[in-house]
């Protein structure tokens, strides 16, 4: 399983980006996916994690009313709209995709990142 973040770029406060994830060579109805973010000198935080056929969306609530993620089994892809950005949004943002279902269950596939700056 090979998971690939995109998206990710140069935003003004207040601006919108759209990160996508795509996750290779697995049934995307087997895992949750899950966004996290790593800023400057911080530790890894989550974000935002949504289950395995969209039903249920939880969300960090510095990203509550902002951010929206979603997915779309058959393209085998996530994404994370993230709207009214802030600079203390700037992070390197990974997605993880996560076993839902047995023989997977509860193994965890990370992206690399991709790098979100938040700046005027």
């Known amino acids: 399983v090979q998971v690939k973040e995109a998206g990710g770029g140069l935003a003004q406060p207040g601006g919108s980006l759209r990160l996508s994830c795509v996750a290779s060579e697995f049934t995307p109805s087997y895992y949750d996916m899950s966004w996290y973010r790593q800023a400057p000198g911080k530790e890894r935080e989550w974000v935002a994690t949504?289950?395995?056929?969209?039903?249920?969306?939880r969300y960090a609530e510095s990203v509550k009313g902002r951010f929206t993620i979603s997915k779309e089994n058959a393209k085998k892809s996530g994404y994370l709209q993230m709207n009214n950005l802030k600079p203390e949004d700037t992070a390197v943002y990974y997605c993880?995709?996560?076993?839902?279902?047995?023989?997977?269950?509860?193994?965890?596939?990370w992206g690399n990142g991709t790098l979100v700056t938040v700046s005027a």
């Open positions: 949504i289950g395995r056929f969209g039903e249920t969306k």
């Open positions: 993880k995709a996560t076993g839902a279902v047995p023989p997977t269950f509860g193994k965890e596939y």
